[in-house]
Each structure stands twice: as structure tokens, then as C-alpha cells.
């Protein structure tokens, strides 16, 4: 149609990590987002956020685990971990990264 613009739905730097769920990376933070804007980010070196946001994603299946892996900077077998521990034991079970027991 004549006249028509399109507006990216996503910034150009945006990374794909499913049809749900992108991130931007900027010198501080991960961003991650939809169509719709932000969801949540956290900081390159807090590794309880990333611990978290691994977990979530997975278990919402916003993401395949060896994309979210490099974005996120850790094995991919450490993801499964982490949502496993997750789903037994919600946010506090991954706080610090190894669970109870």
C-alpha cells in the first residue's frame, strides 16, 4: 500500500532467541524483550539474575537452551540445572546457585 511504513518491532541490535523473546546487549546489561518492550534485564556480573531469568525462560519455553546459553554466558546443562532447581524450589533454590542439601 502507498504510504505505508513499517515500524521495527524490535531494535536492529536485537538478538533473536525465539518467536516470543529477543535481548539487547549494551555495555551494562542484558535487556530482554518482546514486540511489546522490555520484560526484564540484568547486569553483565550479577549472577543470581541471570540464574533466575535462565530458569524462567526455560521453564516458559521462550527459548532454546543453547541460544540462551550464549547470551547469558554459562553452560547450557548449567540452564537445565538451574530450572530444575527452579521448579522444586522457586527463587530461592537458585539464589546461590546450588540449591538445598
Known amino acids: 500500500m502507498p504510504g505505508t511504513v513499517e515500524l521495527p518491532l524490535l531494535p536492529e541490535e536485537a538478538i533473536t ?3 516470543r523473546l529477543a535481548v539487547v546487549e549494551t555495555p551494562e546489561a542484558l535487556i530482554f524483550m518482546n514486540a511489546s518492550g ?3 534485564s540484568c547486569a553483565h556480573g550479577d ?3 541471570k540464574r ?3 530458569a524462567v ?3 516458559q519455553g521462550l527459548a532454546k537452551g543453547e541460544d ?3 547470551v547469558l554466558g554459562v553452560h547450557r546443562s548449567t540452564l537445565f540445572r538451574n530450572q530444575k532447581l ?3 524450589g522457586g527463587l530461592e533454590a537458585i539464589r546461590d546457585g546450588r540449591g538445598h542439601g
Request: proline share 10%; net charge negative; no cysteine.
Open 57 to 59: 525462560v526455560m521453564a
Open 86 to 88: 527452579y521448579r522444586e
Open 52 to 54: 533466575f531469568i535462565g
Open 17 to 19: 532467541l525465539g518467536p
Open 38 to 40: 522490555p520484560l526484564m
Open 68 to 70: 540462551l546459553a550464549d
Open 47 to 49: 549472577a543470581a539474575a
